[in-house]
């Protein structure tokens, strides 16, 4: 999707500590169809949004690996992953959120390996999460929150490694 390439361009620095050319504008794909995006390396800070609501993620990979959030609002309440993967593989969360509330995730994949999350709030409360897998393997947390109030968990996984620290609520299971 070209405009996935245009907006990304612009959520990135060309150098160290130098301005964010679009940071604080919203970009809204509500409803839109996605088959991958390379948002690599943006950088959502105050006043940025991303909404994604009620979008579909089918095959291939929307990527935020390497991206830095520090103040924006990424949502993706009531989207679809089904077949697809969205990575935020070594990305460093240290304020605003990332809104999944309501979405479903049916043989997809929410990849949160390797990330640093000083910050901030990861919503999944109310999520279906279906042959899906939500991974967290290797996150460093030291603040923010990971919420999975309500979920429904119909064959999907949520993956914590040993060590994994911080403020999360896991869906509630029925007793054996």
Not at 23 to 44: M, P, S
Not at 100 to 123: C, L, N, P, Q, Y
């Amino acid at each position: 999707m070209r405009v996935i390439r245009v907006v990304a361009a612009h959520l990135r620095t060309c150098a160290a500590d130098a301005p964010v050319p679009w940071n604080g504008r919203t970009f809204d794909f509500t409803g839109a169809a996605f088959d991958g995006g390379d948002l690599k390396e943006v950088h959502i800070g105050p006043g940025t949004e991303l909404i994604f609501h009620d979008a579909t993620f089918s095959g291939g990979r929307i990527d935020f690996r390497g991206a830095k959030f520090s103040g924006g609002h990424t949502h993706f309440a009531g989207a679809e992953v089904s077949g697809g993967e969205i990575t935020f593989s070594d990305a460093r969360i240290a304020g605003g959120s990332l809104d999944f509330m309501t979405a479903e995730i049916r043989d997809g994949h929410v990849d949160f390996t390797d990330v640093r999350m000083s910050g901030g709030d990861i919503d999944f409360r109310y999520v279906t999460l279906a042959v899906g897998v939500v991974d967290f393997g290797s996150t460093a947390f030291s603040g923010g929150k990971v919420d999975f109030e309500d979920a429904k968990l119909s064959g999907g996984v949520v993956v914590l490694s040993a060590g994994t620290a911080g403020w999360i609520r896991l869906p509630a299971t029925e007793p054996l």
